[in-house]
C-alpha cells in the first residue's frame, strides 16, 4: 500500500480544540450548537483533563482556566481519516463564523495520530526526529516556533557526556530524546498507543483551514514513511548538527577544569567554599544537576552570572542569582535563590526570593517570589506576590501571599492572603486562623 492509501484506511485521529467563548456564551450553549453540526453526544465536564475519555461518538467540551476564564476546549475521540478530515474543516469554520468565538495567541489545536500497525507502535524515535521537517511547520506557523509549550523536537542529546562528536552513531539507545510534554510532539503518549502533536494555534490558526490539513496529513504521513525508509547519510549529518550546538556544553561537563574556563562567569562552590580541590571531588555530583538543566535550553547563555553551591550535607544544589530562559528545571535536589526565571518550566523545585514570568510551576515550593503571568500546580507558596496567573490544584496551599491582576485561582486553599477584587476566584477555601 503508499502511504497515502495507508494514511486514509488505517490511521485514527483526535482533536483538541481551544477557543475562547464571549461571557454570555455558556457551555450548554455551545454544546447545542456543536452537537447540532457533528452529530454527535457532546458531555460538559467541570474540570480540565477530566476522567471522561471521548470516543467517535461522544465527546467532551471543558473550560481550560489556564488561558484565562473563557478558554474552552472540545476533544474528540480517535476518528477514521476521512470522518477526521471533514471534522477539522467543519470546526475551523465553525470558530470562524460564530461571532461569539474568538482565539487569541493561548489557544492550541492539539492533532492526536495513531496509525493502525507498527507505525507508531514501533516507531524509531531517533530517526522520526531527524526525519521530520520542523520548517513545513513554522513556515506555516511561524509564531509557534519556540513557543514554550511546544518546543522543538530536536532536542537530542547523547545519553553519555563522555562521547566524541565525530564518533557518532545511528543507534537509538544512545540518545535522550524530549520526555515531557512541552514540545512540537508529545512522545509521552506513545504509552497510551499515540503521538500528540502540539504545533499549531495561535489567534488565527482557524484561518489556516488548508495549512491545517496539510499538516495534518503530514503528521501521519511523517510516521508511515519513518517506518518504510532506512537511515540515510544525511541522517549522520543532521544528528552532528543537532548534537554541536551544545558541544561546548558537553565539554563542560566532562571536568571544572573545562567548565570553568567555558561558564567563566558561573562560580562554584562546595558548603560555601570556593576550595578547588573541594569543588573537584564534588564536581561530577553538580553537573548531575546542572547538566539536564543545561541541556533542555534552546540556547545556552554561556556568559550566565551566578553561583553554584553544592550541599554535601544535604546533597542538593543552590543556585543564585542567576536569569534562566526556557528551560525545564526538574530536579528534587534543587533551590533556586535570587533569580529570574523567564518561560521555563519547573518541577519539584524549591523558589526562594525569586522572579517568574510566564513560566509553569508543579510541585513547587515558593517563598518570598513575585510569580507574575504563571500557572501553579501544586506546592506551598508563602510570602509572594501572584499576578496575573492561574492557581489550580486541591493541595495548593497559598500562605502570606498577595494576589492580583487578572490572576484566576481555580481550585487550593489559602490563608491570610491579600485578594483583590479582579481576581477570579472558582472553588479556592479560604483556611481560618484556627483551622490547622
Known sequence: MTTTEIRQTKSQIGFEFEF??????????????????FKVDIKIEKEHHSDFIPTDTSW???????????????????????????????????IREDDKISL????SLHINVNVTGPYVQNVDILKYILHFDEALVYKYFPD???????????????????FKLDDLI?????YVYPSNKYYGINFTKLAKGYLEFRYLGGASYAKRSNECLELMNYFIDSLIDCYKNPYTKNDIVHLKEIVAKKNSLF????????FKHIFKNLKLMVDGDDNPESIKSQFHKIVQVLFPLFQKMEVINYNLKGVVNYDS??????????KLKDTVIDSLRVIIINSELIECVVDNVNLKDCKTNTCDLTNTDTDGCHLTKTRIKYGYHQDNEITGGYINGKFIIIDRCVINGDTIFREGKYRDTEISDSVEI??????KNNED
Open 20 to 37: 475562547i467563548r464571549d461571557s454570555e456564551y455558556n457551555l450548554g450553549e455551545i454544546k447545542k450548537s456543536l452537537r447540532k453540526l
Open 60 to 94: 467532551k467540551i471543558e473550560p481550560d482556566y489556564s488561558g484565562g476564564k473563557n478558554l474552552v476546549e472540545l476533544v474528540t475521540g480517535p476518528l477514521p481519516y476521512p470522518q477526521a478530515r471533514i471534522v477539522l474543516l467543519q470546526m475551523l469554520k465553525w
Open 104 to 107: 487569541d495567541r493561548k489557544c
Open 144 to 162: 509557534r516556533e519556540r513557543n514554550i509549550y511546544a518546543k522543538t523536537i530536536k532536542a537530542v542529546y547523547p545519553r553519555h557526556s563522555t
Open 170 to 174: 545511528l543507534s537509538k539507545t544512545n
Open 251 to 258: 565539554m563542560a561537563n566532562q571536568s571544572y577544569f573545562n
Open 313 to 322: 550535607d544535604e546533597s542538593y544544589v543552590e543556585i543564585a542569582g542567576v
Open 426 to 431: 472558582i472553588d479556592a477555601e479560604e483556611i
